[in-house]
């Protein structure tokens, strides 16, 4: 995540600046694994992005929510480590 940061800090800047905002962050995971330890590890992903969020660039709690896909919505087919990589992602939608 690190690598995001800046990424984050910028989500964080917009919702700030509108008040009323909310935002939907999904976590996604690759394939392998069981799908029950993937959705885990696709909720953990989405909560972790929301922690950063809320305690390193001050927004409101209330003002994101947080879902699971776990494996069931891959971007890449391919089982070749970016592929890999690229389906293990959270995705931010505005649902207000």
Avoid: C, W
């Avoid at 305690?55 to 947080?66: C, K, T, W, Y």
């Amino acid at each position: 995540m690190p690598i995001h940061y800046s990424d984050l800090q910028g989500i964080a800047e917009v919702i700030k600046r509108n008040d009323g905002l909310k935002i939907l962050i999904i976590g996604n995971a690759d394939y392998r694994g069981s799908e029950q330890l993937n959705q885990k590890l696709a909720m953990a992903r989405a909560e972790a992005v929301k922690n950063v969020l809320v305690e390193s660039f001050g927004v409101n709690p209330a003002s994101l929510e947080v879902q699971s896909n776990g494996e069931k919505v891959p971007i890449a087919k391919g089982t070749d480590p970016m592929s890999l990589q690229a389906n293990r992602r959270v995705q931010f939608f505005i649902i207000e």
